[in-house]
T-cell receptor, first 116, second 112 residues
Framework: DTAVSQTPKYLVTQMGNDKSIKCEQNLGHDTMYWYKQDSKKFLKIMFSYNNKELIINETVPNRFSPKSPDKAHLNLHINSLELGDSAVYFC???????????????FGEGSRLTVL | KQEVTQIPAALSVPEGENLVLNCSFTDSAIYNLQWFRQDPGKGLTSLLLIQSSQREQTSGRLNASLDKSSGRSTLYIAASQPGDSATYLCAVRPDYGQNFVFGPGTRLSVLP
């Protein structure tokens, strides 16, 4: 059973297009995240989201938007794709702090986006 | 603002050697610290999680320690094997927010 799954694994598209990456977790977590890993392999938080709070990293362009149909899903929608958006995008999930749990973070396998 | 660094950036060792990877963070107000492994083209696999009240955690040949007051964690790998070759990342979860902050990683190569 895959704990955090994201699709597609690979996405190649033209500049200016709009695309979405889907993420689902079956761990019962209440907080989900999107991270971007650039060509230098550095991981940066883009969003964290639970059913009460969306936290956006201020460096993320507003062309990027998270959409959550329910607690187990957090999709990433990107408008007007640019060359610099090419990266690997990782979805992750955890319990939020303050609950009786370890707060461990679990990752999906990543979605490699290439913008031509 | 929490910042996480890892040294060395890359490490190459012969098989069988014991090794230590280092992680430093600037703000000691953390909820927990987690070590991950990332293989090329793959996602991150959780190795060990240390709560802020703990000093160390062990799993098989791996031992992670935490010294919160000095802002340091180490990952000790005993009797290294070629299959241990990967990038190792540490991440801290601050007390004051939900978002984990990652270090840049240490790329480990274990030579047969």
């Amino acid at each position: 059973d895959t704990a955090v799954s994201q699709t597609p694994k690979y996405l190649v598209t033209q500049m200016g297009n709009d695309k979405s990456i889907k993420c689902e977790q079956n761990l019962g977590h209440d907080t989900m995240y999107w991270y971007k890993q650039d060509s230098k392999k550095f991981l940066k938080i883009m969003f964290s989201y639970n059913n009460k709070e969306l936290i956006i990293n201020e460096t993320v362009p507003n062309r990027f938007s998270p959409k959550s149909p329910d607690k187990a899903h957090l999709n990433l929608h990107i408008n007007s794709l640019e060359l610099g958006d090419s990266a690997v995008y990782f979805c992750a999930s955890s319990h939020r702090m303050g609950t009786l749990n370890t707060g461990e973070l679990f990752f999906g396998e990543g979605s490699r986006l290439t913008v031509l | 603002k929490q910042e996480v660094t890892q040294i060395p950036a890359a490490l190459s060792v012969p098989e069988g050697e014991n090794l230590v990877l280092n992680c430093s963070f600037t703000d000691s107000a953390i909820y927990n610290l987690q070590w991950f492994r990332q293989d090329p083209g793959k996602g991150l696999t959780s190795l060990l999680l240390i709560q802020s009240s703990q000093r160390e955690q062990t799993s098989g040949r791996l031992n992670a320690s935490l010294d919160k007051s000095s802002g340091r964690s180490t990952l000790y790998i005993a009797a290294s094997q070629p299959g241990d070759s990967a990038t190792y990342l540490c991440a801290v979860r601050p007390d004051y927010g939900q978002n984990f902050v990652f270090g840049p990683g240490t790329r480990l190569s274990v030579l047969p």
